[in-house]
């Protein structure tokens, strides 16, 4: 990844963590932190045991407003590169669904950012989400705790 690019990337594929940080740093000397955030399939949840999880998203819109959500963070905090996975399609307990990472000269910018990409993303980002369980298949509501965790960037 070129340095100061914002890649974003909706896949129904995995992702090597490993493989996409080395790429975010590659040749950026300047890099003085690099914080991520990788989401995983819970097995359960409100409840119920959750033995597949399916994403559903709109395309071109989806995609339109993680660069937004990058954007906003790129404009409070100097980041050199950030990255943007999220995947589609169904998914089983354990597997990876979301990776965000930011790279800055300094940690407190970068954890920052990523915390705010991933607030934003839970909340603005058209993704819906339908979990199987032993009683069938039910869609997953928003949480008040992740409008919580948004507003509170209002005053940050």
Known sequence: MKAGVTEVRVQSGDFDLGREIARLREGDARIGAVVSFVGTVRDLNDGAQVAELELEHYPGMTEKALEDIVAQA????????????????????????VLVACT???RGEAFAA?????????????????EQT???????????????????WATA
Do not use: N
Not at 78 to 97: E, F, S, W
Not at 134 to 152: E, H, I, M, N, T
């Open 74 to 97: 790129r404009a409070r905090w100097p980041l050199y590169g950030a990255l943007v996975i999220h995947r589609i399609g169904p998914m089983k307990p354990l597997d990876q669904i």
């Open 104 to 106: 800055a000269a300094h």
């Open 114 to 130: 990523c915390e705010f990409i991933m607030d934003y993303l839970k909340t603005d980002a058209p993704f819906w989400k339908k």
């Open 134 to 152: 032993p009683d069938g298949a039910r869609w997953v509501d928003a949480r008040s705790s992740d409008d919580s965790a948004k507003a509170r």
